[in-house]
């Protein structure tokens, strides 16, 4: 199935409506197909040849139809008219009304013909330019759950007497209820985006994630009635598209591969290649359909853009045929907006907390390191000058040694911090820990640093350590041994955490998997996903060594059975 694309509507305007219309059909601009006649006779012609979907008249050339002259053509194109269409006496009744207008619930034609009564009144009443009669007056009418717009203009005879009035009747209500719709989804949005410092300072990058995950999955479920929807992130690198929120989906929806390729990558990665929304009426018949849920039936995907680019896909499944209407790809489309803003905002915090840390510790270290080295300068002339006092020169060298080391450990501070702080541990003998001794854990990490000195910190605890540097490799030795505890990063080259995590829970579903990743949100695609089916904890690098190993810890005890 092709995209969806908008329908056009056929526009009719007889006489000189055009004029007094024209601000209105300009609004819709590219929407509406616009023919003109002068006469009715032209009109009559028109509408046999193409199919009109709205007929415009001044009130003048109404009020000429009306009259008994005027020919059972031209009363024939009111009568099927889609707006209700009458003419009102002084005294409120009806001098003709289409079929439209008598099918109208009896408590709107009343108010149709008390507007009218009033209309009379108003335009009886005092000194009047004749154009502004001819301008009418526009009211709503509300009715339970229905509402109608009603435009209301006298009709004027030659002498410029108000001899009757014509009221245009439409039900608005599906309009109305849309544009309600809209702007709740709006108000919505403008939550969902307000991931700002104050609100979101103190969370780290899980915990705004899952702000983020919980405001667009009420909002879905209680403005949309989407119930099984999932959000992918377009990975600029790989092209693929990276889950990031699922709700209502299975799980094997994460094992699916989709990259943003116009053919063999579903529905989804269509659309993120051609950056274009897609309603599938029926998966039956829709060859790109990749199954989602059981019994799914239709679909609708729409891209997230930023800045006119395709940075994702919003895609929602209905157990359904037909499920998803125009309606609701414009609604999908306002709010993937306003997912792919708070997606973009929620990085740039990351990134902005990131740096920011950086720069503090370059300050500090920019500070201290002057006054440092001129401390150190002036011990060693001491020294120099206290030949002979051996107990004062060795407190003298002390202090040296002190200093040095301080000017060691700023300068590593002010290096950027990849993976473990503090790794002096890992070069210290054997520790007795009965939690962590003779556990078997495998490290996956592609950075040689990282897995060497995770490796080297656990080794000090009397763990069995083997490591991988790819998820392709951890998942082969999954398959091979059984693991206490597997440590993975979640973006490699190659297999991500998440399919590492997999692969360690469907050997043993009690298996603790801890994930790490850097800040930002392109490498938190896994954790969502993961959290639901018993991730046991995550780090975000860099990471000290108590807080590896307390993750570690807890994690292991939690598959000890309770005594």
Same mark, same amino acid.
């Given at each position: ?100 207008? %008598? ?11 008390? =507007? ?24 709503? $009418? ?9 435009? $209301? ?22 309009? *109305? ?17 307000? =991931? ?27 403005? @949309? ?11 600029? /690198? ?5 889950? +990031? ?29 051609? #950056? ?14 990749? /199954? ?29 045929? !037909? ?18 803003? !708070? ?31 001129? @401390? ?15 107990? %004062?020169?060795?407190? =003298? ?6 200093? !040095?080391? +301080? ?10 911090? *990849? ?10 003998? $054997? ?10 854990? %495998? ?42 505890? +597997?440590?993975?990063?979640? /973006? @490699?080259?190659?297999?991500? #955490?998440?399919? $590492? ?14 994930? @790490? ?47």
């Amino acid at each position: 199935m092709s995209e969806s694309t908008t329908t056009q509507l056929n526009v009719l305007v007889v006489g000189h409506a055009l004029d007094q219309a024209s601000a209105l059909l300009g609004e819709l601009g590219d929407r509406v197909s616009i023919e003109t006649a002068s006469t009715m006779g032209e009109a009559e012609i028109i509408q046999g040849q193409r199919p009109i979907d709205v007929v415009m008249l001044s009130p003048h050339v109404l009020g000429r139809l009306l009259e008994p002259a005027a020919g059972t053509s031209s009363n024939d194109i009111l009568e099927y008219l889609a707006q209700g269409v009458c003419v009102v006496d002084h005294g409120g009744d009806f001098v003709w009304a289409n079929p439209k207008m %008598l099918d109208f619930p009896e408590h709107v034609q009343r108010r149709v013909r008390e =507007l009218c009564i009033e209309a009379i009144d108003w335009a009886t009443e005092g000194e009047f330019d004749l154009p502004s009669h001819l301008r009418g007056r526009h009211f709503t $009418v509300e009715h339970e759950a229905l509402i109608f717009e009603v435009h $209301v203009t006298p009709v004027i005879d030659k002498q410029h007497e108000v001899t009757e009035v014509s009221a245009v009747v439409c039900d608005a209500t599906q309009s *109305r209820n849309l544009q309600r719709k809209l702007d709740a989804i709006n108000n919505a949005a403008r939550e969902l985006v307000s =991931l700002d410092v104050e609100q979101t300072g103190q969370l780290n990058t899980q915990e705004r994630l899952d702000l983020l995950e919980e405001k667009v999955i009420r909002y879905t479920h209680e403005l @949309m009635q989407f119930d099984s929807f999932t959000v992918h992130l377009l990975d600029k /690198k790989t092209n693929r598209l990276e889950l +990031v929120l699922c709700t209502g989906m299975p799980s094997r929806v994460n094992e699916i591969p989709i990259y943003a390729r116009a053919d063999g990558n579903g529905i989804c990665g269509f659309v993120a290649a051609q #950056g274009c929304s897609y309603i599938c009426p029926d998966t039956s018949k829709d060859s790109r359909y990749i /199954k989602g849920i059981e019994g799914g039936k239709s679909s609708l995907s729409v891209p997230l853009m930023l800045h006119d680019a395709v940075i994702g896909v919003f895609n929602v499944e209905s157990d359904q045929v !037909a499920a998803f209407s125009e309606d609701d790809r414009q609604f999908a489309e306002t709010f993937a907006g306003h997912i792919a803003i !708070a997606l973009h905002i929620l990085n740039l915090l990351d990134s902005e907390r990131h740096k920011t840390a950086g720069r503090l510790q370059g300050d500090v270290t920019q500070e201290i390191s002057g006054p440092l080295n001129d @401390m150190l300068t002036d011990v060693a002339t001491l020294i120099d000058d206290y030949i002979g006092h051996d107990e %004062l020169r060795t407190r =003298l060298n002390a202090i040296s040694d002190n200093g !040095a080391r +301080v000017r060691d450990a700023l300068k590593e501070l002010s290096e950027p911090k *990849r993976g473990v702080i503090d790794r002096r541990r890992s070069r210290k003998s $054997v520790r007795h820990d009965p939690v962590l001794e003779g556990r078997s854990i %495998l490290v996956v990490d592609d950075e040689d640093l990282i897995r060497t000195t995770v490796s080297d910190v656990l080794k000090g605890f009397g763990c069995d350590v083997q490591s991988a540097p790819d998820g392709d490799v951890a998942v082969q030795m999954i398959a091979e041994k059984s693991f206490d505890l +597997v440590l993975s990063d979640i /973006k @490699m080259p190659t297999r991500s #955490g998440y399919e $590492v995590f997999a692969a360690a829970k469907e050997r043993s579903a009690t298996c603790p998997v801890i994930l @790490m990743t850097g800040f930002g949100y392109d490498p938190n695609h896994s954790i969502v996903r993961a959290r639901r089916e018993g991730l046991a904890a995550v780090l975000f690098k860099p990471f000290k060594v108590e807080q590896l190993l307390g993750e570690i810890r807890t994690a292991i005890k939690s598959t000890q059975p309770s005594s």
